[in-house]
T-cell receptor
Framework: AQTVTQSQPEMSVQEAETVTLSCTYDTSENNYYLFWYKQPPSRQMILVIRQEAYKQQNATENRFSVNFQKAAKSFSLKISDSQLGDTAMYFC?????????????FGQGTRLTINP | KAGVTQTPRYLIKTRGQQVTLSCSPI?????VSWYQQTPGQGLQFLFE???????NKGNFPGRFSGRQFSNSRSEMNVSTLELGDSALYLC????????????FGPGTRLTVL
C-alpha cells in the first residue's frame, strides 16, 4: 500500500517570502502521479500542481513549483513571493497510474500561514 | 465549465438515522470519487464510480454505499449513522479513463448528534 508523509504540521512565513513544503511517499509502483492540493478556510480543495512520475522535468505553475526526486521518493512544493491568499492547508497526494480505478492517497497536510 | 457541485452543504442528523449526499460532476466527466475528511483520520477514500459502476472501494463498513446515475451524478448513502461519521464529505470528478486529475467539490459537512 502507498503512504504519503508530510512532516511539517504547521508553517508560518511573512508575505513575499519563499516557503517550501515537504512530502515523501512510499510505493513500489514505477508509474504514478503526484499532486499538491490546497484547502483554504472555505474547505474547497483546489489543485495546485501535478507531476507525472515518468517526467524528469519538475512541474511549475506560476509561483508554484515542485522538486521531484523519484529515487528519494520526495516531492516538495515551493511557493515563491507568497501572498496572503496562499494561507491554507496543503495536501500532498499520490495516485497510481492505472487505466481503471484510481484513488488519491493523501498526506496529513501542512497548515501554512502567510503573515502580513 | 461549472465546477463540481455538492448538496446539501451542511447537514445535521442524529445517531441511527440515514443520510444521502449528492454530487454533480463537471460536465463531461464520467468518474466520481468520494472522500471522507476528519481531523483524526485525515482524508480517506470511500469509493469511485465510473459509468454507473463502482470500480474501487475504500476500507469503510457496508453502511457506506453509493451509486451513479446515467448522467454521471452520484449519491452517497450512510445508514445507521454513528457519532464517528461526523465529517466533511468531498466529491471529486475526473474525465474518465486515461485522465488522472480529480477536481473537488465544496464538500458536505455532516454532523451526527
Amino acid at each position: 500500500a502507498q503512504t504519503v508523509t508530510q512532516s511539517q504540521p504547521e508553517m508560518s512565513v511573512q508575505e513575499a517570502e519563499t516557503v517550501t513544503l515537504s512530502c515523501t511517499y512510499d510505493t513500489s509502483e514505477n508509474n504514478y502521479y503526484l499532486f499538491w492540493y490546497k484547502q483554504p478556510p472555505s474547505r474547497q480543495m483546489i489543485l495546485v500542481i501535478r507531476q507525472e512520475a515518468y517526467k524528469q522535468q519538475n512541474a511549475t505553475e506560476n509561483r508554484f513549483s515542485v522538486n521531484f526526486q523519484k529515487a528519494a521518493k520526495s516531492f516538495s512544493l515551493k511557493i515563491s513571493d507568497s501572498q496572503l491568499g496562499d494561507t491554507a492547508m496543503y495536501f500532498c497526494a499520490f495516485m497510481k497510474q492505472n487505466q481503471g480505478a484510481q484513488k488519491l492517497v493523501f498526506g496529513q497536510g501542512t497548515r501554512l500561514t502567510i503573515n502580513p | 465549465k461549472a465546477g463540481v457541485t455538492q448538496t446539501p452543504r451542511y447537514l445535521i442528523k442524529t445517531r441511527g438515522q440515514q443520510v444521502t449526499l449528492s454530487c454533480s460532476p463537471i460536465s463531461g466527466h464520467r468518474s466520481v470519487s468520494w472522500y471522507q475528511q476528519t481531523p483524526g483520520q485525515g482524508l480517506q477514500f470511500l469509493f469511485e464510480y465510473f459509468s454507473e459502476t463502482q470500480r474501487n472501494k475504500g476500507n469503510f463498513p457496508g453502511r457506506f454505499s453509493g451509486r451513479q446515475f446515467s448522467n454521471s451524478r452520484s449519491e452517497m448513502n450512510v445508514s445507521t449513522l454513528e457519532l464517528g461519521d461526523s465529517a466533511l464529505y468531498l466529491c471529486a470528478s475526473r474525465g474518465g479513463q486515461g485522465t488522472d486529475t480529480q477536481y473537488f467539490g465544496p464538500g458536505t459537512r455532516l454532523t451526527v448528534l
